[in-house]
């Protein structure tokens, strides 16, 4: 689970999240983007990694939790704002 690994240092609502992965041996940023009714981006950075073997594991990480998101999210009707 996300906050199993994330402590948040700064977030915008709607648009930004910033934070120490793992008690700060890491950050990540995340981005999120409106592309119009329906449909949404999500930019994800993960810095400060120590070797090949983290950047592999991040990577499987967020590759997983960014599909189950998709997953849910595609079973969600649209919403729209006004």
Do not use: C
Not at 13 to 40: H, I
């Amino acid at each position: 689970m996300l906050s199993d690994h994330l402590e948040v240092t700064t977030a915008t609502k709607d648009k930004a999240v910033r934070g120490k992965w793992e008690g700060g041996k890491s950050r990540m940023d995340a981005n999120f983007y409106s592309k119009g009714e329906g449909k949404s981006q999500i930019s994800i950075s993960h810095t400060k990694l120590t070797d090949k073997a983290d950047v592999a594991s991040v990577k499987e990480y967020w590759a997983s939790a960014l599909e189950k998101m998709k997953t849910l999210l595609e079973k969600q009707p649209a919403k729209t704002s006004r």
